[in-house]
């Protein structure tokens, strides 16, 4: 599997609205009823060859009605009550050599409203597209400064910043806030010095940032403007360390209405 995303507007007293979509290896997107565990249907990506062009990354738009799913240099959207082929799909590069766009697999996805939303690579490359004008490309790239290592999740939070997690960085890894305004990095979430190549989540809720790291520990940050001090890109201070996971801790989510957090954790392990 190598995404999974819930529907946004699930409510447990309305069974339709209980599900969730999620891509895997040389399969499609599919919707899953959460109760009882069947398939409620399939959105079928196909290349320039008509081919099965497989999702790395899904995003739901925030009412629900899209299906975002990232494949290689293309963004490809789907009606989410049509299940089937049909879809609108958004190149993010003409060529896997062009100087331009965002190259490689889209590793990532989030949407900010029901038309602007980011992507990024495992290349490293991040940019924001307004789904209204999608043919005029990003309507901003960030850090370009520096390369990332490869992107692996995004989330918009609702004061103008794109947090963004890369996979097998050679620095400490660490959950990064761009501020939209410039593209430049206003605020990091360190996680651990160990890097690695699962994908690695994190949660936001208001000014908080749920993360685990690849030596299994938890931490909660506070991300709030301000929080740290005035320089451009602060370091979050950590409010709370929660008892360290038994392996690499992938999953990270905070409970939308109670003080509870939900995490994930497992890697492989070979015998010596």
Same mark, same amino acid.
């Given at each position: 599997?190598?995404?999974?995303?819930?529907?946004?507007?699930?409510?447990?007293?309305?069974?339709?609205?209980?599900?969730?979509?999620?891509?895997?290896?040389?399969?499609?997107?599919?919707?899953?009823?959460?109760?009882? !565990?069947?398939?409620?249907?399939?959105?079928?990506? #196909? %290349?320039?060859?008509?081919?099965?062009?497989? =999702?790395?990354?899904? $995003?739901?738009?925030?009412?629900?009605?899209?299906?975002?799913?990232?494949?290689?240099?293309?963004?490809?959207?789907?009606?989410?009550?049509?299940?089937?082929? %049909?879809?609108? $799909?958004?190149?993010?590069?003409?060529? #896997?050599?062009?100087?331009?766009?965002?190259?490689?697999?889209?590793?990532?996805? $989030?949407?900010?409203?029901?038309?602007?939303?980011?992507?990024?690579? +495992?290349?490293?490359?991040?940019?924001?597209?307004?789904?209204?004008?999608?043919?005029?490309?990003?309507?901003?790239?960030?850090?370009?400064?520096?390369?990332?290592?490869?992107?692996?999740?995004?989330?918009?939070?609702?004061?103008?910043?794109?947090?963004?997690?890369?996979?097998?960085?050679?620095? #400490? $890894?660490?959950? #990064?806030?761009?501020?939209?305004?410039? !593209?430049?990095?206003?605020?990091?979430?360190?996680?651990?010095a160990t890097p690695s190549h699962q994908?690695?989540?994190?949660?936001?809720?208001?000014?908080?940032?749920l993360a685990g790291g690849a030596d299994?520990?938890?931490?909660v940050f506070d991300v709030a403007p301000?929080?740290?001090?005035?320089?451009? =890109? =602060?370091?979050?201070?950590?409010?709370?360390?929660?008892?360290?996971?038994?392996?690499?801790?992938?999953?990270?989510?905070?409970?939308?209405?109670?003080?509870?957090?939900?995490?994930?954790?497992?890697?492989?392990? +070979?015998?010596?």
């Amino acid at each position: 599997v190598y995404d999974y995303k819930w529907y946004p507007q699930m409510h447990s007293d309305d069974p339709i609205s209980c599900c969730f979509a999620s891509c895997g290896r040389g399969q499609p997107a599919h919707l899953w009823d959460a109760f009882t !565990g069947a398939c409620r249907g399939s959105y079928v990506g #196909r %290349d320039h060859l008509d081919e099965n062009a497989p =999702a790395y990354s899904l $995003a739901f738009s925030p009412s629900g009605a899209r299906l975002l799913c990232g494949g290689d240099r293309c963004v490809r959207v789907f009606d989410t009550g049509r299940c089937g082929s %049909d879809c609108d $799909a958004r190149p993010t590069a003409a060529t #896997r050599r062009a100087k331009s766009g965002v190259k490689g697999l889209l590793g990532a996805l $989030a949407c900010r409203d029901e038309a602007v939303y980011a992507v990024g690579s +495992y290349g490293g490359q991040i940019a924001v597209y307004d789904g209204r004008e999608p043919s005029t490309g990003p309507a901003l790239r960030v850090c370009k400064d520096k390369p990332l290592g490869g992107v692996t999740a995004l989330a918009f939070d609702g004061r103008g910043r794109l947090f963004a997690a890369c996979r097998n960085e050679r620095d #400490r $890894a660490c959950v #990064r806030g761009f501020d939209l305004r410039t !593209g430049r990095v206003a605020v990091r979430c360190r996680r651990g010095a160990t890097p690695s190549h699962q994908r690695l989540g994190f949660d936001l809720r208001e000014d908080r940032l749920l993360a685990g790291g690849a030596d299994g520990r938890v931490f909660v940050f506070d991300v709030a403007p301000g929080s740290s001090s005035t320089d451009a =890109a =602060a370091d979050a201070p950590v409010v709370a360390e929660l008892p360290r996971a038994p392996d690499c801790c992938n999953g990270a989510a905070f409970h939308p209405h109670r003080p509870l957090v939900a995490l994930a954790s497992g890697q492989r392990h +070979y015998a010596d």
